[in-house]
């Protein structure tokens, strides 16, 4: 994309708004619109100001002016607004100083890839994230002084099997049993076909929809790998997209990892591999699985650092809620072929070398690709440079090892706390090549601290009076 191609595009189109939108410190889109009178060349070099302190883990009042500037190649017309809307994708820049923005998630993104290319292990790596959603009818939720709760329904819960529905016509997904119905089970196929058509209008290659395990429209659309930013990037497409189409046909999506009780979760296994000048550094042929050495020294590193990594990967409270036995949760840090109730797992669908990857499953889709996918790439490449040997594989479901054997096999954290405690006792890793700045991670622990932990740990839980109120 050109300044040419631009103007060629806004003719022809009729654009007449242009929207600048930008990824706040959680992980989460932020943007404001002009008309395209207030467009020019100049904001590509100039960039355009907004008000840093009113944005989560950015500045504070008395440094709070910055800069967004928009990125070219981003550009996109918006599948959802009235009016004629331009969109670009904005880096942030300090007017002050004039170099990007230490804590913008695109930039530590960008200064991924260019310490991969500076170690001359790989010139690109490639993700593709599976991220998994609920589709509801109605939420509902409040926390105040002397109540809590949440209320959440859905036609296709099966809750709902016995509700009078005038009539009820049945055909509702049991719990834990969600997985590849067909309709009329399946409620929701033309939805995700038409999030998938949508998606491809502004550069998304969907690969696959489907059903998820969970009751209630679990889903989960598949996009084609891409590299790194570019991934980052269409991660977020991808959330307004399903998020806005569900919206105009009267539903309500979430990426919460855990919503439901007693029903599986939603969470975001990430395939990745290594290339050089085109070919796959994580192939070889004869060995177990079809991975190289340095596939397995960068599973290794993955393995190792996981705790910290997970600071990143699944970054709310909610989403320990998921991390737990029983529901596909793959809390146990070993890798395997095919098995999924390993952390790391390598998919066998094929044999050919385009295909060889790690899926990467502990990462939920709450998480900020920004800073998760550059956290595992930084951990794999620490793995490669330090040949870090992970665990010996286990092709066995790992939930029914005897318990010698399990005793073996290390855990995920808990909690979000232990994960943010693990991140600040090992991140050296992440600040090689600047990639992640001292100050990126001692502000990402600091606001989880005090924004999510103490929140969730200072008010009572529905449970406890259930628990405790006799006592």
Known sequence: MNIQDLQKLIKEVGVEFVDYKFTDFLGLWQHFSTPISEYSENLFTDGLGFDGSSIRGFQKIDESDMLLIPDMNSAFIDPFTEHVTLTFICNIKDPVTGEPYSRDPRHVAKKAEAYLISSGVADTAYFGPEAEFFIFDDIRYDQNHHEGYYFIDSEEGFWNSGADE??????????????????????????????????????IQGEVHHHEVGTAGQAEIDMRFDSLLNMADKLLKYKYVVKNV????????TFMPKPLFMDNGSGMHVHQSLWKDGKNLFYQKGTYAGISEMCRYYIGGVLHHAASILAF?????????????GYEAPINLIY??????????????????????????????????????????????????????????IDKDLYDLEPEEMAKVKSTPATLEESLDALEADHEYL?????????????????????????????PHPAEFILYYDV
Request: with cysteine; proline share 10%; aromatic share 8%.
């Open 166 to 203: 005038k009539p009820n016509l049945g055909h509702k997904p049991r719990y834990k049993e969600g997985y590849f119905p067909v309709p009329p089970v399946d409620h929701f196929q033309d939805l995700r076909s038409e999030m998938v058509k949508v998606m491809m209008q502004i550069g």
């Open 336 to 393: 395997s072929q095919r098995n999924r109730s390993a952390a790391v797992r390598i998919p066998m669908y094929s044999e050919a070398e385009v295909a060889k990857r790690v899926e990467v499953r502990f990462p939920d889709p709450s998480c900020n690709p920004y800073f998760t996918f550059p956290a595992m790439l930084m951990a794999g490449l620490d793995g490669i440079q330090n040949k870090m040997e992970p665990p010996e594989p």
């Open 431 to 459: 600040t090689r090549g600047g990639v992640f700045t001292q100050d990126v991670i001692d502000m990402w622990l600091s606001y989880k601290r005090e924004n999510e932990v103490d929140v969730i740990r200072l008010r």
């Open 313 to 325: 990967a699944a970054p709310t409270t909610n989403s320990y809620r998921r991390l737990v036995p």
């Open 246 to 253: 569900a919206r105009q046909r009267g539903k309500t999506v």
